[in-house]
């Protein structure tokens, strides 16, 4: 099961990273919102091995620059940027429609696991979790984002 610890986190993490309608939400200088389109929205993953394991969490902005708190489970936070070519499928998985049924709200998603890899995606569609244990389905739209992630970044690899 995810710890209520978890869930709290992707759900602040949310908070500050989606505007309600599920597009970036930025300030302009006289205080006028603007949302960017939730295809080159930010994207989040938030990865917890075990009950006990470090909460890890990645951010991706919409031009491809990074921030991985905790990666390592060294309290180091590591940055970096994807590259174009990452950049622009990231961007298309973003906005593929299959992605709105993969939430855990449409799945119903319930955490089965007990110490294993959870990883969650927090997209403008909303929360996509995966565990890493046999016999579990990923979906397999949010599992390319998740791989894609995981390679170009110090997060934790999926199997």
């Known amino acids: ?3 209520a610890g978890a869930v709290l986190t992707v759900t602040l993490t949310a908070c500050s ?7 970036e939400s ?3 200088p006289k205080g006028t919102a603007v949302t960017a389109s939730p295809a080159v929205a ?9 009950q006990d394991g470090p909460l890890r969490s990645l951010n991706v902005e919409p031009d491809g620059r990074w921030e991985c708190d905790d990666c390592a489970g060294d ?12 950049l622009k499928r ?6 593929d429609p299959r992605l709105a049924q993969e939430t855990d709200e449409v799945r119903k998603y ?5 110490d294993s890899l959870t990883s969650s995606l927090l997209t403008s569609v909303g929360l996509i979790t995966s565990q ?3 016999g579990e389905e990923r979906p397999p739209v949010a599992h390319e984002i998740l791989l894609l992630l995981t390679q170009a970044t110090p997060a934790e690899p999926t199997a």
Do not use: W, Y
């Open 90 to 95: 990231l961007h298309g998985l973003l906005a």
């Open 42 to 50: 930010r994207v989040s993953l938030v990865q917890k091995l075990g």
């Open 17 to 23: 990273v989606f505007g309600q309608d599920g597009g």
């Open 110 to 114: 319930k955490a089965t696991c007990i």
């Open 132 to 134: 890493d244990c046999p």
């Open 1 to 3: 099961m995810v710890s």
């Open 26 to 28: 930025t300030r302009e």
């Open 75 to 86: 309290g180091v936070t590591s940055t970096g940027s994807l590259d174009p070519e990452r």
